[in-house]
């Protein structure tokens, strides 16, 4: 192979290496560690509109924190589809709220900007409630049609197990999208690769042909 052969498959060797590398990075993170979920109701707006894919980071029971907004499987509500609400108290936690008042979280009012029109009540009921341990109360950003933990209140005071949490959704919107550009990088290198490849195999030195008359003058035979 010529020098300039030897170079194009040394490039090849290197662009697809660094390409695998990219692409799978991204898959097996996403595979192993992080999910997505599409909003189909509009109880977490403004924060997720209806059509949004949400990018969810999977954790255990006991990294859920208060205001994660976090993606909960209960089978005896909503039909056993999964949901997203934000995770407002935890167990120990006393949350409180009258008719068109703020919400009150251990007898201290909760700001809450992310919620829709500014309205942290909506037209639920007023209640005052004490989470239980392994437990979490949980609202959607858009009090006025969200059916969250204030319409269950008879049950275990409208709170859902920790344990039912699948995953947290990322603070960091652009972190999937950067993922995805990673990606298409490894993608476009493994195509570069084979390219540089094919041109790598066109610069062999072709093969020396020795004929009779090429005998003759060495004085060979």
Same mark, same amino acid.
């Given at each position: 192979?010529?020098?300039?052969? =030897?170079?194009?498959?040394? %490039?090849?060797?290197?662009?697809?290496?660094?390409? *695998?590398?990219?692409? *799978? +990075?991204?898959?097996?993170?996403?595979?192993?560690?992080?999910?997505?979920?599409?909003?189909?109701?509009?109880?977490?707006?403004?924060?997720?509109?209806?059509?949004?894919?949400?990018?969810?980071?999977?954790?255990?029971?006991?990294?859920?924190?208060?205001?994660?907004?976090? #993606?909960?499987?209960?089978?005896?509500?909503?039909?056993?589809?999964?949901?997203? +609400? =934000?995770?407002?108290?935890?167990?120990?936690?006393?949350?409180?709220?009258?008719?068109?008042?703020?919400?009150?979280?251990?007898?201290?009012?909760?700001?809450?900007?992310?919620?829709?029109? +500014?309205?942290?009540?909506?037209? *639920?009921?007023?209640?005052?409630?004490?989470?239980?341990?392994?437990?979490?109360?949980? #609202?959607?950003?858009?009090?006025?049609? %969200?059916?969250?933990?204030?319409?269950?209140?008879?049950? =275990?005071?409208?709170?859902?197990?920790?344990?039912?949490?699948?995953? =947290?959704? #990322?603070?960091d919107r652009a972190g999937p999208a950067r993922l995805g550009l990673t990606m298409l990088l490894g993608l476009l290198l493994l195509v570069a690769a084979l390219v540089t490849?094919?041109?790598?195999?066109?610069?062999?030195?072709?093969?020396?042909?020795?004929?009779?008359?090429?005998?003759?003058?060495?004085?060979?035979?």
């Amino acid at each position: 192979m010529s020098r300039a052969g =030897r170079g194009l498959r040394r %490039a090849a060797w290197t662009s697809g290496a660094i390409g *695998a590398l990219l692409l *799978a +990075g991204p898959v097996v993170l996403f595979a192993t560690g992080y999910t997505s979920a599409e909003v189909s109701g509009s109880s977490m707006e403004p924060t997720y509109s209806i059509g949004e894919r949400v990018a969810l980071q999977r954790i255990d029971a006991d990294e859920v924190r208060r205001g994660d907004v976090v #993606l909960y499987r209960v089978p005896e509500r909503y039909q056993g589809l999964a949901t997203l +609400g =934000r995770v407002i108290g935890v167990g120990g936690d006393r949350v409180a709220q009258q008719p068109g008042a703020p919400l009150t979280l251990n007898g201290t009012t909760l700001t809450e900007p992310y919620v829709k029109d +500014g309205d942290p009540s909506g037209m *639920a009921p007023g209640y005052d409630v004490v989470v239980p341990e392994g437990r979490l109360f949980v #609202l959607g950003d858009f009090r006025a049609n %969200a059916r969250d933990s204030r319409y269950f209140l008879d049950d =275990r005071s409208g709170t859902v197990p920790s344990t039912t949490v699948v995953a =947290r959704a #990322l603070d960091d919107r652009a972190g999937p999208a950067r993922l995805g550009l990673t990606m298409l990088l490894g993608l476009l290198l493994l195509v570069a690769a084979l390219v540089t490849g094919i041109a790598a195999r066109g610069k062999r030195r072709p093969p020396v042909r020795v004929t009779s008359t090429d005998i003759w003058h060495t004085g060979v035979g």
